[in-house]
Structures are given as C-alpha cells and as structure tokens.
C-alpha cells in the first residue's frame, strides 16, 4: 500500500526559508508525477508546485514562483520542497500527492489526478 510522509513543517518567521520532505513507500514511484498542494484553514487545498516523472518539467503556482523550489531523490523515493522568504499567507497545512498514472505528460495543478496522498505538515509564519 503507498504511503507518503510528509515532514519539515514548522512556526517560522516572515522571511525565513523552509524544506518540507515527502517519502514514499510502498511502492514504484519513479514513473509518477509528484506534487505539493497547501490548505490554509477555512479555504480550498490548492495547488503549490509539481515534479514531473521524467524530472523534464516543474511546475510552480503563481502564488509562489521565484520563492519556491521543488526537487526530487529519486534513490530515496523523497520529493523536497524549498520555500523561501516565506509570507503569512503561505501559512497552510502542505500535502505531498502521487499522480494516479504512470508517465503522464501533463502535470496538472489538478488535486483529481492526484491518487495519493500524505498527512499533511503544517506551516505557520509569523510576521
């Protein structure tokens, strides 16, 4: 059964950076798209970036581009994201996903293609 853990999250401070972590287990992950999406609380889960399977494309959301970068060890099934100069509005709960099928072409910021999911690690920045 697939399993992906989420860690790294943390109370930081307007400015700082931060590397949230996603390992997976259970499974051939090498093949699938990987992708981070945020929740801040009352809201909609929302689409921070992607990595594609071949690692040939990522994709950021506008919300983040410039601060944000997403990369992936193959070798230890764990896919990174860095965030720096971190705003209050970045404060949400981050969930690492597994596209639902292998070699996918298109990297979607669609939470639906998405088959697999972590916990969550939650954000919070403080100005």
């Known amino acids: 059964q697939v399993q992906l853990v989420e860690s790294g999250g943390g109370l930081v401070q307007a400015g700082d950076s931060l590397r949230l972590s996603c390992t997976a287990s259970?499974?051939?992950?090498?093949?699938?798209?990987m992708a981070w999406f945020r929740q801040p609380i009352g809201k909609e889960r929302e689409f921070v970036s992607a990595?594609?399977?071949?690692?040939?494309?990522?994709k950021y959301a506008d919300s983040v581009k410039g601060r944000c970068t997403i990369d992936r060890e193959f070798a230890k099934n764990t896919v990174y994201l860095q965030i720096d100069d971190l705003k209050r509005e970045d404060t949400a709960t981050y969930y690492c996903a597994m596209d639902s099928i292998r070699f996918r072409t298109l990297s979607s910021s669609d939470p639906a293609q998405y088959a697999h999911w972590g916990q969550g690690t939650q954000v919070t920045v403080s100005s």
């Open positions: 990595f594609r399977w071949d690692g040939r494309l990522r």
């Open positions: 259970g499974g051939t992950f090498s093949n699938y798209t």
